[in-house]
């Protein structure tokens, strides 16, 4: 792996790109090992690192809702473990395209996210925009944080404990979901 790596990382923000844009389809290789690095050789370049990747992984979800959406049962049998099956099949049965936007910020891969959102047939435009919100939420993050603090923000993400990491979006998203919700049900009753 760290060949693979060291191969992309000659290609500069081309090898990041194209790291971040596989990753959402096949690859295991998480962009983050190529971004963080980049990010503290450059800190002032750090927001537009992470909107790059952002930007890569967005699109190459495209390709693995494609997969998804073109062999079914079949992609998700042969790309998800069936432990992460179970798990996205029944966070999207309960929050729709939320599933989505959670599972882009959580430490499920991306990949199977996209494989599952083609092969339940998401809604496009639901996949587009919680992939947008989700993924840009977990690289721009990052990317500002590299910007402003430098070498001090990795000491301040390994502070924080991942399982607080996933609870706070998880909150994050309980919040956004109930704004939907009273925003439709008024939409709703005005209509009647």
Not at 172 to 181: D, E, G, H, N, T
Request: glycine share 8%; with cysteine; net charge positive.
């Amino acid at each position: 792996m760290e060949q693979i790596i060291g191969f992309f990382e000659n290609y500069g923000i081309w090898g990041l790109f194209f790291i971040a844009f596989i990753e959402s389809f096949i690859s295991p290789i998480l962009p983050d090992v190529m971004l963080i690095p980049m990010m503290l050789a450059a800190p002032d370049k750090a927001v537009y690192y992470s909107a790059v990747v952002t930007a890569a992984s967005v699109v190459g979800g495209f390709i693995g809702y494609g997969i998804g959406a073109r062999f079914g049962q079949l992609a998700l049998n042969r790309f998800v473990p069936v432990q992460y099956t179970e798990k996205i099949k029944y966070w999207f049965d309960r929050y729709g395209g939320w599933a989505i936007f959670l599972a882009a910020m959580a430490p499920i891969p991306y990949k199977f996210v996209c494989i599952s959102a083609g092969t339940f047939r998401t809604n496009m435009l639901v996949f587009t925009v919680a992939s947008i919100l989700g993924r840009g939420k977990r690289f721009l993050l990052l990317g500002i944080l590299f910007h402003y603090y430098g070498p001090e923000a990795l000491r301040m993400l390994n502070l924080i404990p991942e399982q607080w990491i996933v609870l706070g979006l998880l909150a994050a998203a309980v919040a956004l979901a109930a704004l939907y919700y009273v925003k439709y049900s008024r939409r709703r009753k005005c209509r009647q």
